[in-house]
């Protein structure tokens, strides 16, 4: 049978695309990792996705689930292969604001949810930069974290329930709405951050939040990376863990953050080497009431901490925002950093995660091994400093591939000399395999391999991704 | 090769325990699932663990491996097979106050982990009746739960960093402290929970938290389980989640606990149908100030809403601990559980999760259907509310396999229409194993199965247990 053809007695004529039709599927956000599908189907319903990776099966068909392709390691690049778009599976079935989750589709825009959340007075607190293209699938698939993690964990910690297309296109229902649920292995988790080759997410229950009263938002200057640690463990032990976001830019990000988005205003009078930017969530009735982010108490405390540090010199500049305004100004800031980081080439991006306390130390020691590899280099980085997950991008002054993979072996040299990881978020895609094969445990490595091949022995799912060759 | 020799010289004569020295380790807590093994084998050391693991592959040798034995489904149970106990293996290797991480053997006991985590004023939270016994491989292979889960989580959430011995003996280091780690596929999760039939747990990285500078703890009596919910609601919302335990005894658990235990004391001067024991952890310095329990504003804040609950008539009686003593009681009284419920035979043990709110309607329909099936039955319950973990027991009027069956079928029916789980915190071991066949997705249990057979090929590491036959 006509692999096409079976494709639309599945979906329907209009719903496979082929030759120029896929082009608005061909560039993922990274421009790095075209794809060139043999088609592109885009299913409306989970039994859809079984009876497309059933006939893929049959026929041995490879296929690549995609969802808002905003990934930065080029997870869903499709070249020959089936492109699964999860586009039309973009329903939020429903929002439980008693138990506190919501039911959604593979295919649901983040901010989409973020908005319906927000009308029934909870949230759905990952956010990130992409968040208007993000789709639930992928920010699944990756495990993807983000700017409140630091409060609110990853993705595989927001995650009640899972739907799951496996490779032979049976549909394995884990949709769970419980917080306690020992009934066998951990699939759930074993299925979010696998990429798509394990299996094809297609549902998920969501764990809510409820949304706080009041936010206390902050750009801050410290003289040095540990009293910005000072400040957050003190915000933390204060409001027993309120601290929704901190995350730091040194003076070269907010240069370049200036230099792209030349309408912008610079954080502070001054010039700083470390700004930070700090939110801490309040809730009701005693942290603060709700109404405007700058009359409630949340806010008077934080200005209290920031004034006491200044006078100790362990802050030497802050801007608390007044209003909304002011705060989405601070939060546009760090919510373009994509923009901001991947706007020249040639260019070495690496997302790490390191000890809190070692981040100084590993911008200290880059600072040096980058003078040795490449005098004329420059770098960027951007980092959610509350986990100590850092985005180092270093831009080397001449385009030359020993160069740049010499680069990404010294940054994860320094890495994992301080205890940390050279994946942080972002997920190992095609990008960060040379970094898996050097740096993964074997052991673990060869673990994984023998799920894969276990559950999806034909190799039809997302193959090439996630594992070394 | 002779096994026992082998085994001998990888540990040691002293080391491998046969025929009547076996004594000690053929009863678990429950007393339900003797074991009578081949020998008992006590590594020092992960490299042992290793090696035994090699011999036993070579010779098609079924390993059990064993901590604290007090495991309430028969996880443990070795019958002419090897137990491989890790009680040797009792070091907390380092501490680590800034990082808060505890790296700690398998053969750490919960409680000691407790103790010195508390001379670092920090915590372990996990906590429940057995902690003095209970090993942390046995911790983690359970993703055991407990009173502190509505704050902290289960053993899973708790968990940064693992290393395991494969099936074939390969040791698996995935001993990270980070709090982001995208490398690949989710192993970690998928070993805790399994319960060592897909490797033994042999070391591990523990997240800590911050020692709550003051406790406020009360016994307190609510008209319904909603009321109780409205009182969880309200603390939560107004500490930010801040409760760190929110557990209910109905009267027959109380009456329960004075029959097992006459020298304890009734919680309220007039017997209630609804008695709950609520603490909830108060961190420095805005809550409270380090020091005596019962002088702190903690207190004062839970008292204040305690009493205008009361005016409500949302609550008929509450008792707020004074002094550590009080509150040690308080506990006491809850962590007796096991000693209470299983005092007695025939009975037949349910440990279920529901949504919060489905509690009450639980308890309503096993009065029906209980007194439908055996008009002369009785039950206790005990259960974490805040997380909607019921532990029902009910106690049959004749010991009939038949009808002790059908009273757990009976529950699960009731359980499942209720959008909950047959299995909670326990896990499945064997005596759980027809209610995973039942009623865990099919898909699932066989994606379970694909998953054993691929990392254990000739289903030596605990044999028979989680998966249904």
Known sequence: MDLIAG?????????VLT???????RDDWTKKFPSDPLCVVRPATTDEVSAIVKLAAETGTPVVPASGRTGLTGGAQANGQILLSVERMNKIREIRPDARTAIVEAGVILSNLHEACEAKNLVFPLTFGAKGSAMIGGVLSTNAGGSN???YGSTRGLCLGLEVVLADGRVMNLMSELHKDNSGYALKDLFIG????????????????PKPAAYATAMVATPTLPDALKLLNRLQIATGGAVEAFEFMPRSYIEGHLARFPDQREPFDAPHDINLMVEVGALAPRDATPGDVGSVPIVDYLEEV??????????????????EAQRREMWQRREEAAQ??????????????????????????MEQVLAELDADAQWICVSHLGDGNVHYTAYPSKKDPALQDALVEKVEDVVLSLGGSF???????QYKKPSMARRKNPVAIDVMRTIKAALDPQNLLNPGKVLPD
């Open 19 to 25: 030759g120029d039709a896929t082009a608005p599927y």
């Open 306 to 323: 920031l004034a006491e540090m200044m006078e100790d010199g362990a802050v030497l500049d802050a801007v608390v925002a007044r209003n």
């Open 7 to 15: 494709l639309k007695d599945i979906v329907g004529d209009t719903q």
């Open 423 to 429: 994946s942080a978020e972002h997920g190992i895609g």
């Open 340 to 365: 901001v980081t991947t706007g020249r080439l040639p260019l070495v991006n690496c997302d790490v995660a390191l000890p809190l306390d070692k981040v100084h130390v590993f911008l200290e020691r």
């Open 194 to 209: 696998a990429e798509g080759t394990l299996g094809i997410i297609t549902a998920a229950v969501m764990k809510l939040s």
């Open 149 to 151: 993690v630091v409060r």
